[in-house]
């Protein structure tokens, strides 16, 4: 069974007449998205404005995961199953922006408000009223803003990888040693925040840009990137640069189908809908000011040893605002945890969540 993104997007479009969002950011792509690897059949549920692409299995307290860049639902695919057979109701959305989800062109409408509150209206569908949000990425930092948005709504809070943001009014944490990334010009953050700076580069070969990102060692091994002098785009996280060298860092380690997946999915939607999570940043820091900070639920940090954007050390004092905290830490892993080292991560949830949740 395939949808086509022209199919996809006319029931979007029909979903969306009655919201403001700008219609002609859902015009269809000529390729076919297929369905994914390894994934129950999607459910389609609208909220928010937008038509959202669920994969959604099992009974019990509900556990949403949020996928980061350049990620997608299929991310989890390998937490979804054991986690329904421990008992829980897992939601595994493509999130706004990404595959079969989609979104609006407009950078406006990706702010943290919107990312939230399309989580909120997707469990509003089922008559759910609190879950676990476990992110990861961009997806965590969407987990930790549930938890000062609608706090209500939240039985527990997961970050992997994303470490919760530390109030402004506690004083900063010292961190040993200097930094492995040196912040330039190009950092890829930064250039991703300029709009037509990065779809042409990331979508000239999608491939080898998705190659080089998911990846082990290179960019995602910290010891590594100290070799690397301060000035070369590699120790900058230039990724720009590094995406169109003839051999990027770092050694692909994701499964042909799982790979093809991903590659076919990023020709037929671009890569605009995830840039704009970066694009409508600057928009998050208003959306939270005045939000509480404390939070009092249950919550889980799971770091990884060789992240070299989220450093474990992003994590050092969470318990001066995290009532509730406990960390765990993957050795040897770079950024794409859930997907590198599965069953270590697995046995971290569900350890976790039958004692906190069930």
Same mark, same amino acid.
């Given at each position: 069974?395939?949808?086509?993104?022209?199919?996809?997007?006319?029931?979007?479009? %029909?979903?969306?007449?009655?919201?403001?969002?700008?219609?002609?950011?859902?015009?269809?792509?000529?390729?076919?998205?297929?369905?994914?690897?390894?994934?129950?059949?999607?459910?389609?549920?609208?909220? &928010? =404005? %937008?038509?959202?692409?669920?994969?959604?299995?099992?009974?019990?307290?509900?556990?949403?995961?949020?996928?980061?860049?350049?990620?997608?639902?299929?991310?989890?695919?390998?937490?979804?199953?054991?986690?329904?057979?421990?008992?829980?109701?897992?939601?595994?959305?493509? !999130?706004? #922006?990404? =595959?079969?989800?989609?979104?609006?062109?407009?950078?406006?409408?990706?702010?943290?408000?919107? !990312?939230?509150?399309?989580?909120?209206?997707?469990?509003?569908? +089922? #008559?759910?009223?609190?879950?676990?949000?476990?992110?990861?990425?961009?997806?965590?930092?969407?987990?930790?803003?549930?938890?000062?948005?609608?706090p209500e709504r939240c039985s527990g809070i997961i970050g992997l990888n994303t470490a919760a943001e530390r109030p402004s009014e506690l004083p900063p944490v010292e961190r040993e040693g200097p930094p492995s990334l040196v912040r330039g010009? &190009?950092?890829?953050?930064?250039?991703?925040?300029?709009?037509?700076?990065?779809?042409? %580069?990331?979508e000239a070969d999608v491939r080898k840009t998705l190659e080089f990102v998911f990846s082990r060692g290179g960019i995602w091994d910290r010891e590594a990137m100290y070799e690397w002098p301060e000035n070369s785009p590699e120790r900058q996280?230039?990724?720009?640069?590094?995406?169109?060298?003839?051999?990027?860092?770092?050694?692909?380690?994701?499964?042909?189908?799982?790979?093809?997946?991903?590659?076919?999915?990023?020709?037929?939607?671009?890569?605009?809908?995830? !840039?704009?999570?970066?694009?409508? &940043?600057?928009?998050?820091?208003?959306?939270?000011?005045?939000?509480?900070?404390?939070?009092?639920?249950?919550?889980?940090?799971?770091?990884?040893? &060789?992240?070299?954007?989220?450093?474990?050390?992003?994590?050092?004092?969470?318990?001066?605002?995290?009532?509730?905290?406990?960390?765990?830490?993957?050795?040897?892993?770079?950024?794409?945890?859930?997907?590198?080292?599965?069953?270590?991560?697995?046995?971290?949830?569900?350890?976790?969540?039958? +004692?906190? %949740?069930?």
């Amino acid at each position: 069974m395939t949808l086509t993104r022209r199919q996809f997007n006319k029931a979007s479009a %029909i979903a969306a007449m009655g919201s403001a969002l700008p219609l002609s950011c859902l015009q269809a792509a000529s390729a076919e998205i297929p369905l994914p690897p390894y994934m129950p059949a999607p459910k389609f549920i609208d909220s &928010n =404005g %937008i038509r959202m692409a669920v994969y959604e299995q099992g009974t019990g307290p509900a556990v949403v995961l949020a996928h980061g860049f350049p990620e997608l639902a299929l991310s989890w695919r390998h937490q979804i199953g054991p986690l329904v057979e421990a008992g829980f109701h897992v939601m595994a959305p493509d !999130l706004r #922006g990404y =595959g079969l989800t989609g979104g609006p062109d407009d950078p406006a409408y990706y702010d943290v408000q919107y !990312l939230c509150d399309d989580l909120i209206g997707m469990l509003d569908t +089922r #008559g759910i009223e609190k879950a676990v949000f476990c992110g990861h990425d961009w997806g965590g930092y969407v987990v930790w803003a549930m938890g000062r948005l609608y706090p209500e709504r939240c039985s527990g809070i997961i970050g992997l990888n994303t470490a919760a943001e530390r109030p402004s009014e506690l004083p900063p944490v010292e961190r040993e040693g200097p930094p492995s990334l040196v912040r330039g010009p &190009n950092y890829y953050a930064d250039a991703f925040r300029q709009p037509g700076r990065a779809e042409p %580069i990331l979508e000239a070969d999608v491939r080898k840009t998705l190659e080089f990102v998911f990846s082990r060692g290179g960019i995602w091994d910290r010891e590594a990137m100290y070799e690397w002098p301060e000035n070369s785009p590699e120790r900058q996280m230039d990724w720009l640069t590094m995406i169109q060298q003839e051999d990027p860092p770092g050694e692909p380690f994701m499964p042909e189908d799982v790979l093809m997946y991903y590659v076919n999915t990023f020709k037929a939607t671009g890569f605009t809908g995830g !840039l704009n999570w970066y694009r409508a &940043n600057p928009r998050n820091g208003p959306v939270l000011e005045g939000k509480p900070f404390r939070l009092d639920m249950p919550c889980l940090y799971i770091g990884a040893e &060789n992240d070299t954007i989220l450093t474990p050390e992003r994590a050092d004092g969470m318990e001066d605002f995290v009532s509730d905290l406990e960390k765990y830490l993957v050795l040897d892993c770079g950024h794409w945890t859930q997907q590198e080292k599965p069953e270590e991560v697995n046995e971290v949830l569900l350890d976790w969540l039958t +004692r906190k %949740i069930t």
